[in-house]
């Protein structure tokens, strides 16, 4: 099984207005994440994130889809530790809904 892209593109908005981005490269086996590459904001962010969008980028550029994701589920990916679950989803054709669904019912219980 082949990922369906060769990397994931990510970007940040804080609500300040900085913006961020990074990549997220998939790993040699089936729903792993190899490398997650450090966010370069372009100022630094003095506030919570409040959007966060994904794309996967194959060979011949993007595939199409763009995730969304508004404050909320941000956090709770980032608090739970489930970003890297997240990011091998979309890259590996899992469901990264599922993945935060389960960060927010993480988020309830704490």
């Not at 595939?63 to 091998?88: C, P, S």
């Not at 590996?92 to 988020?107: C, H, N, R, T, Y």
Request: hydrophobic content about 45%; glycine content about 8%; charged content about 20%.
């Amino acid at each position: 099984m082949k990922p369906r892209g060769t990397r994931l593109a990510c970007s940040l908005r804080s609500q300040d207005n900085c913006h961020g981005a990074f990549d997220v490269h998939p790993g040699a086996q089936p729903g792993t994440v190899a490398q997650v590459d450090p966010i370069v904001w372009d100022q630094p962010p003095q506030q919570a994130v409040v959007e966060a969008t994904f794309t996967v980028i194959g060979d011949f550029g993007m595939t199409g889809q763009v995730i969304v994701l508004k404050e909320d589920q941000w956090r709770a990916l980032a608090e739970t530790k489930l970003d890297k679950f997240f990011y091998a989803a979309l890259l590996w054709g899992k469901s990264p809904f599922q993945v935060i669904e389960d960060a927010k019912l993480m988020m309830r219980r704490v």
